[in-house]
């Protein structure tokens, strides 16, 4: 009783407007965040009762809204270790948030509990953090509220304060894993630094073959104007001497910047530098900019005539896929004892596709990072990366035994075999990670003695298009095969296929957006007045 009134009362504090419907998406609950507040306090219940459920283990809470503009927020919940949120409590996620009464929270909680048989008595622990928006500190009061609202045992929770959303799930793996066989690194933001640069080291030694003459002496670093600005200033300090990071768009405390003609998902919508980096970038030199919370990562150079090459999630899944093949094989590791497959989603580029295909399996999986990073689990390495620049390599319990045991039969195989060890130390094992890729990719160019052009040269782009079409419904579009068909509207992917024949190098599809009220259209052709015409013919079918 006394657990109810305490809801009830902390919840009359945090009421939802009526007429609005949360969802749980893609990447959590996003939206303007002044209507958040209610979404934050149910969370900061579901991320307790999650917490419960799995033995008191720690859970994540992050408030972001990644790439948004600034005046939008966001919540994602992050599981024990270091994964998204398990699929199936969406739903219950989703049902607390659009509870209309302090009441009918009370109620859905109790359906959660017993559906679900939570044993309320145990504890629960969480963490949270949030991204450098205006509106995440009293975001994060209503987070709090809802954790004091937690029915049954006690509820200790921590403000991890300001981080960037990969160092928030590199705490969470790490503090449920301390002092465990699985042991995933030092419990803080400084252990976080400290593991990717003591890995980088490793690998930029000069031993072995990757030598560190080849890695550029500056790196511009576009930070979005988010909170990728702290963690990449303070990374650099650990970095000194191997590389020198340089941070660009760095103004955190200045309102109505973040992701404002800048940071990695302007680069890949725009298709053109962020004008802050025009006057920085020389030619043949090469930068990268990172999205609000610095999950995304987005290269680009300028070749000798000073023009503009994007190397997007697509190109860095192609350079790193074949890096690995490449050391597995100079340290004696078969193909059979370790396999390489690489996760894309539909909007990979058919060029990358078609590159990567050639040389391992290649799997076609939803939007979405929890979709991609399922699938790439069933690898030994399993590579993964949307176009738009977040992804990351994960490593089975298999591939790290594999590794540990493998004995070495020259120096040149123990450099290798090294390198791959170090390898998995930079590599962020939750979830896509900017700066940690940014660094693989530093590795692998290094290690290969290339710059930009080198890289873009794997393969070439195909002329591509992205349209989103505002529909009535956009619920009254379903797809099949990773998106890549429709099955409703009825008989809209017959019309849909008839017109694509038409295009030399034709690829389209169509796809209800999972963080915004449009419907994506996506179209290639070999030539790109031809990949414009089927995009904007696509979006006039839907219509
Ligand atoms: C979210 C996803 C991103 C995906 C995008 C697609 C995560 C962490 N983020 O930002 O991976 O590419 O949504 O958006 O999963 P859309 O459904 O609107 O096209
Ligand atoms: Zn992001």
């Not at 290094?446 to 591509?464: I, K, V």
Request: contains cysteine; aromatic residues 6%; proline residues 4%.
């Amino acid at each position: 009783e006394s657990d109810k009134s305490k809801v009830v009362d902390l919840a009359n504090r945090h009421t939802k407007p009526s007429g609005t419907t949360y969802q749980y998406g893609t990447a959590g609950f996003r939206m303007k965040a002044d209507q958040l507040d209610p979404v934050m306090f149910t969370v900061g219940i579901v991320a307790a009762l999650r917490s419960k459920k799995l033995d008191s283990k720690i859970i994540g809470v992050m408030v972001t809204a990644s790439h948004n503009p600034e005046e939008d927020n966001g919540v994602k919940l992050v599981d024990p270790r270091g994964d998204m949120l398990e699929q199936a409590w969406e739903g219950y996620a989703t049902a607390l948030a659009n509870s209309s009464s302090p009441e009918e929270l009370v109620h859905q909680i109790h359906q959660m509990v017993t559906a679900l048989q939570i044993d309320l008595s145990k504890p629960a622990n969480v963490i949270y953090a949030r991204d450098t928006r205006p509106s995440g500190p009293a975001l994060v009061s209503a987070l709090v509220d809802g954790l004091k609202a937690a029915p049954g045992g006690t509820t200790t929770y921590t403000d991890e304060g300001v981080l960037t959303t990969p160092i928030l799930h590199y705490l969470v793996r790490c503090k449920n894993t301390l002092g465990t066989e699985e042991e995933y690194g030092v419990p803080t933001e400084e252990g976080y630094y400290e593991k990717l640069a003591t890995a980088f080291k490793k690998l930029l030694k000069p031993r072995g073959s990757i030598d560190s003459q080849n890695a550029p002496e500056e790196l511009l670093v576009d930070c979005a104007n988010g909170v990728g600005t702290t963690a990449t200033e303070k990374l650099a300090k650990h970095l000194e001497g191997y590389i020198k990071l340089i941070p660009v768009n760095t103004s955190i405390d200045k309102l109505g910047v973040l992701n404002k003609g800048c940071g990695a998902d302007y680069v890949k919508t725009q298709q053109k530098l962020p004008p802050s980096m025009v006057p920085l970038l020389q030619p043949n030199q090469r930068a990268c900019s990172l999205d609000g919370d610095a999950d995304r990562l987005m290269y680009y150079y300028l070749d000798r005539n000073g023009k503009f090459k994007m190397l997007d999630g697509d190109k860095i899944a192609a350079l790193v896929a074949g890096f690995f093949g490449e050391l597995m094989e100079h340290a004696g590791i078969s193909k059979e004892e370790l396999d390489v497959g690489v996760v894309q989603t539909a909007y990979a580029n058919g060029a990358s596709t078609h590159y990567l295909s050639q040389r391992v399996p290649v799997q076609c999986v939803p939007t979405g990072v929890k979709h991609l990073h399922h699938a790439a689990e069933h690898y030994s390495i399993g590579v993964y990366f949307e176009a738009n620049g977040h992804g990351t390599v994960l490593f089975s319990a298999n591939a790290l035994n594999v590794l540990r045991r493998h004995q070495a039969t020259s120096p040149a195989q123990q450099a290798s075999l090294e390198n791959l060890i170090a390898l998995t130390e930079l590599i962020n094992q939750t979830v896509g990670d900017a700066l940690s890729d940014m660094l693989l990719v530093e590795v692998v160019l290094a290690y290969r003695g290339h710059g930009g052009a080198e890289w873009d040269s794997l393969y070439t782009d195909l002329p591509n298009r992205l349209v989103k079409v505002s529909v009535k419904d956009r619920g009254a579009f379903k797809t099949e095969d990773a998106e890549r068909r429709l099955t409703a509207p009825q008989g809209l992917q017959d019309k849909l296929d008839a017109l694509i024949k038409k295009y030399e190098g034709g690829r389209a599809f169509v796809r209800p957006s999972g963080t915004e009220d449009v419907v994506r259209v996506y179209a290639e052709a070999t030539h790109k007045v031809e990949a414009d015409e089927l995009a904007f013919k696509v979006a006039g079918m839907v219509y």
